[in-house]
């Protein structure tokens, strides 16, 4: 007897019709997506008369504009302060967050779900809502106009708690049995077992922490009237007034604040693939 092969359900010309079709909306999606930024970067390279003419690439491409912001004005002062921020919080907050996010995968307490529901249910609040306390408190503990008042209350996000613990719940028990009969402790199986296994999850959360607090405005404004504490978001928006803006500087400002991200992206996009691969939640 012999047997017939089953007929595709699509043939071979349906099949690279459908592929080049999805390269075409993804391409326009791609460009939609670099459009804007191909805008900045092209008014950054303009002189004013010019920012608002419709063409893409600057008749009289100059670098004033650049030059201006990086001499005329401190902005490598303010890239100085959004970097300790940002990096400051970023290390302060994985170093807690890892252990907090531990505690309440693996261990056992009385009010471990209670805890964990109530740092949960803060994804519910964002900061517009909590600012005029958090302003009281920040005050009253006479951080205003200081480095710990742009630090402290930035460290703790429960979407990184949540995402470790998650990520930790997904880790084999057996590799912590098998260091608890070798003798190892919470604090020696958190030091040496469980941070290793942690660094592509980490490093997703890195660059969301990092680039959350490089990006910054709505508290940095609210705490700090002092200039040499402003960071880069307050100084891009000193370049608007009540009733005109700079847009030249202020794009040239942004292309330069880009950057840094961008460099942090291109690092650490392998870490960043491997953390979507393995954090599944469980």
């Avoid at 043939?11 to 791609?30: D, H, K, P």
């Avoid at 008369?49 to 600057?58: G, H």
């Avoid at 303010?78 to 940002?86: E, R």
């Avoid at 990092?210 to 000193?238: H, K």
Wanted: aromatic residues 16%; glycine residues 4%; hydrophobic residues 55%.
């Amino acid at each position: 007897m012999s047997s017939k092969r089953p007929q595709p359900f699509f043939s071979r010309s349906q099949v690279t019709l459908v592929r080049g079709l999805w390269m075409v909306v993804t391409a326009i999606l791609a460009f939609m997506t670099l459009f804007p930024l191909l805008w900045i970067v092209s008014i950054a390279f303009k002189p004013a008369a010019e920012s608002f003419s419709s063409n893409l690439i600057p008749q009289a491409p100059t670098l004033d504009n650049f030059i201006y912001v990086l001499t005329g004005v401190p902005f490598i002062r303010y890239m100085v302060n959004s970097f300790l921020v940002s990096a400051t919080v970023t290390v302060v907050a994985l170093f807690f967050h890892t252990m907090a996010g531990y505690a309440l995968a693996r261990l056992r307490f009385p009010g471990r779900e209670v805890m964990f529901l109530s740092i949960f249910s803060t994804f519910l609040v964002s900061l517009p809502v909590i600012i005029v306390p958090l302003f009281v408190i920040v005050k009253a503990m006479g951080m205003l106009n200081s480095y710990a008042g742009l630090i402290i209350p930035a460290i703790f996000n429960a979407f990184g708690i949540f995402l470790l613990r998650q990520y930790y719940l997904s880790l084999p028990k057996e590799i912590e049995e098998a260091a608890r009969i070798d003798g190892a402790g919470y604090w020696r199986i958190y030091w040496s077992v469980i941070l290793p296994l942690s660094r592509p999850i980490m490093s997703a959360l890195a660059i969301l922490f990092f680039l959350a607090n490089w990006n910054s405005f709505l508290w940095p404004l609210t705490i700090t009237s002092d200039p040499d504490l402003w960071v880069v978001q307050l100084g891009i928006a000193n370049f608007k007034s009540q009733y005109s803006a700079s847009w030249n500087y202020m794009m040239a400002a942004s292309t330069i604040v880009a950057i840094p991200t961008l460099i942090l992206f291109v690092i650490f996009q392998r870490q960043i693939m491997d953390s979507l691969k393995t954090s599944g939640l469980k």
